[in-house]
């Protein structure tokens, strides 16, 4: 692939690994829940949210990477994990569609002890790390999509997942005064679900036909 083609692949690739992403990660949780009320507390928030963002950063990368070099020259290992993460992605848009029916609210409490920066950092480590979905969502998922890019695109779709997450948790934790108290809406959550339904949908059809296009 020349420079030309990269620069022209690169946009589409950088986003879908953006869209991709925040799909994953924009949920009610106990991991943004954290975020959030740190940002409420306004306590070391640009440390829990890096650490949180070079986390996914590093699980993306490592996911992407080791599939790249799993997957080597076994086209049809990689149609059939397009194929299973077009199903995963399915499943999971229809149970973002099935939320949308009955929201929650993602609340997080300003009140409590305050947590020192080893504390708050070691909570958002347990929050992340023990969570068994991350390693699911980036390493397994996010790994076998990006790794099915060509070489010269797979740093874009990292690149864009990577932002996706630091836009996310930036987000809630230096926006969270603003934030709260739409996201303690049932209805702004109803809204959300049902454009990262709609996102997985089409994000499972795109990887159903690149399955089949290299048959």
Excluded: K
């Excluded at 009320?37 to 990368?61: K, M, N, P, W, Y």
């Excluded at 790390?129 to 874009?156: C, E, F, K």
């Excluded at 005064?177 to 949908?201: E, H, K, S």
């Amino acid at each position: 692939m020349n420079w030309l083609d990269t620069a022209a692949l690169a946009p589409p690739v950088f986003i879908q690994g953006l869209v991709l992403c925040l799909g994953l990660i924009v949920a009610i949780g106990a991991q943004n829940a954290f975020v959030l009320r740190q940002g409420l507390r306004r306590e070391h928030v640009g440390s829990v949210v890096l650490f949180c963002a070079l986390a996914d950063a590093v699980f993306i990368t490592a996911g992407v990477l080791g599939m790249a070099q799993a997957l080597g020259e076994r086209p049809g290992m990689a149609r059939a994990l397009a194929l299973a993460g077009a199903a995963f992605l399915a499943v999971y848009g229809w149970r973002a569609l099935r939320r949308a029916r009955h929201a929650g609210a993602l609340q997080a409490v300003a009140s409590g002890a305050g947590l020192g920066r080893g504390a708050a950092l070691a909570q958002a480590a347990a929050f992340t790390l023990l969570n068994p979905h991350v390693y699911l969502d980036t390493v397994l998922l996010m790994g076998s999509i990006g790794a099915q890019q060509p070489q010269a695109l797979r740093g874009w779709f990292v690149a864009g997942a990577s932002c996706a997450s630091l836009l996310w948790f930036g987000l809630l934790g230096f926006g969270a005064r603003w934030l709260a108290p739409w996201f303690a809406r049932p209805r702004a959550w109803q809204v959300l679900d049902a454009l990262i339904g709609a996102t997985m949908f089409v994000l499972a059809g795109l990887l159903v036909r690149h399955a089949f296009l290299a048959m």
